[in-house]
T-cell receptor
Framework: DAGITQSPRHKVTETGTPVTLRCHQT?????MYWYRQDPGHGLRLIHYSYGVKDTDKGEVSDGYSVSRSKTEDFLLTLESATSSQTSVYFC????????????FGSGTRLTVV | GQNIDQPTEMTATEGAIVQINCTYQTSGFNGLFWYQQHAGEAPTFLSY????GLEEKGRFSSFLSRSKGYSYLLLKELQMKDSASYLCAVRDGGGGADGLTFGKGTHLIIQP
């Protein structure tokens, strides 16, 4: 039931390089989110989208940008990766109804060396 | 600001009952969610409360008191597979665009 997939699942990159993570959904949900999860911090919102080409910043958006050119795809770009961006990144989708929480992707484990 | 507090770690015995508490202070309130997350996996939805009271779903129940900014997740007849992290999250906005704010999670250890 892969309604939401993230790629890649794992990535190791060097400091200073750009990195793009992809989130793809087949549920036709309007809302998409990028979170990062770090020990001691829990899940923190990076950016979210409320429609094609409609995005906004979350709590920890510095150093990240996003794009959504199609309903099904939400891209997260680290413009110049730093070691502090080593984390597990989760994408989530929502249909926006009150009782619907999120469905999360399986996550991308990113290591910046 | 947003603040969601839950215990960092709890230990319980297989077959027993455990209650995981969550307190929150947020600028608004439009629902509280509980998620389960096994190590190395994605969070999965457990429950949703928006009105005061208890919501029961099988072995899991969730309670909400909006006036106290308090919720708990009750797990009954604990099984070893219930060893996981449990995340409390609040939706403080009125629309679907607003992201959920998550607590740091409670790591639950089930002992035989």
């Amino acid at each position: 039931d892969a309604g939401i997939t993230q790629s890649p699942r794992h990535k190791v990159t060097e400091t200073g390089t750009p990195v793009t993570l992809r989130c793809h959904q087949t549920e036709n949900h309007r809302y998409m989110y990028w979170y990062r999860q770090d020990p001691g911090h829990g899940l923190r919102l990076i950016h979210y989208s409320y429609g094609v080409k409609d995005t906004d910043k979350g709590e920890v958006s510095d150093g990240y940008s996003v794009s959504r050119s199609k309903t099904e795809d939400f891209l997260l770009t680290l413009e110049s990766a730093t070691s502090s961006q080593t984390s597990v990144y989760f994408c989530a989708i929502s249909d926006g109804t009150a009782s619907y929480g999120y469905t999360f992707g399986s996550g991308t484990r990113l290591t910046v060396v | 600001g947003q603040n969601i507090d839950q215990p960092t770690e709890m230990t319980a015995t297989e077959g027993a009952i455990v209650q995981i508490n969550c307190t929150y202070q947020t600028s608004g309130f439009n629902g509280l969610f509980w998620y389960q997350q096994h190590a190395g996996e994605a969070p999965t939805f457990l429950s949703y409360n928006v009105l005061d009271g208890l919501e029961e779903k099988g072995r899991f129940s969730s309670f909400l008191s909006r006036s106290k900014g308090y919720s708990y997740l009750l797990l009954k007849e604990l099984q070893m597979k219930d060893s996981a992290s449990y995340l409390c999250a609040v939706r403080d906005g009125g629309g679907g665009a607003d992201g959920l704010t998550f607590g740091k999670g409670t790591h639950l250890i089930i002992q035989p």
